[in-house]
């Protein structure tokens, strides 16, 4: 089946049809569609100097609390700034459309939600909620002050961080546990604007074929996933997966309110 160019094997859209469990896994590249930065993209200006362990580790916030919290300040304003893209919007449709949809994401920009995603599993965090390293107290969406000092938790007095899962941390047990549990169950499993390079999250796809599903690529750039993957499309994911989700269940309903 053909869509303004581009062509979905039948089985394909048979395949998504008849799915009692379709999973989409999402990187930094769908973000970067909305005009989100990469980590290293973001360093630009002053942030250029520091190296990535500078900015985001455990060791790095211990050092200087200060200037990783001003790192993220800056990054927190910029991803209020942009606006899901259509590629967002087409996966919270398909999750509306189809029987059952788990969303897995590695970005940290809660876009996916503000197009209306809601079976979402967060695999590195959200930047907008801030923590305190020692589990007392949680902000879901933290709004920074001009010029503000790093907050401490009213519990502990400990200097609260950024919800994200930084260079050298694991991943929520809870969060890793969901996405295995998802790509094993699945029938068909969407991989959307990952390089497939970062584990443990880059084993998921092939997790899912082993277990017998249909995998889909849809990313700009060929990975390790490709030669192996049922089907790749290779385009920005806002492009292909709106035409992806007419293919199958027809035109896109109107989008829904960030």
């Known amino acids: 089946m053909s869509t303004n160019g581009v062509v979905f094997p039948p089985e394909l859209v048979q395949a998504m049809r008849q799915a009692g469990h379709i999973v ?13 930065p990469t980590f290293r993209d973001a360093q630009t200006g002053f942030w250029a100097q520091f190296k990535p362990e500078e900015l985001a580790t455990p060791e790095a916030f211990a050092a200087n609390p200060e200037r990783v919290w001003q790192w993220y300040a800056v990054r927190r304003r910029r991803v209020r700034e942009v606006q899901p ?25 809660r876009l996916h939600q503000r197009a209306g995603s809601r079976n979402v599993v967060e695999l590195h965090g959200c930047i907008l909620s801030v923590r305190c390293p020692r589990g007392h107290h949680v902000i879901e969406d933290y709004q920074d002050a001009a010029d503000e000092a790093v907050p401490r938790c009213p519990l502990c007095q400990a200097y609260l961080r950024p919800a994200v899962v930084w260079f050298g941390e694991e991943l929520p ?10 790509a094993r169950q699945c029938e068909v ?18 997790t899912a074929l082993e277990c017998g599903a249909t995998v ?5 750039q060929p990975t390790p996933l490709t030669d192996s993957a ?27 309110n960030p």
């Open 24 to 36: 989409a896994s999402t990187g930094a590249g769908v973000s970067a569609e909305s005009g989100v």
């Open 85 to 109: 893209n259509p590629g967002h919007l087409a996966l919270a449709e398909m999750e509306r459309r189809a029987r059952r949809f788990t969303l897995i994401t590695q970005n940290v920009d």
């Open 173 to 182: 047990a809870h969060a890793l546990e969901a996405a295995d549990t998802a």
């Open 189 to 206: 499993f969407l991989s959307i604007g990952t390089s497939t390079l970062v584990y443990p999250a880059a084993q998921l796809p092939f």
């Open 216 to 220: 889909v690529e849809i990313n700009p």
């Open 230 to 256: 049922t089907y790749t499309f290779h385009g920005p994911s806002g492009v292909i997966l709106p035409q992806l989700l007419k293919a199958v269940w027809g035109e896109m309903a109107a989008p829904q």
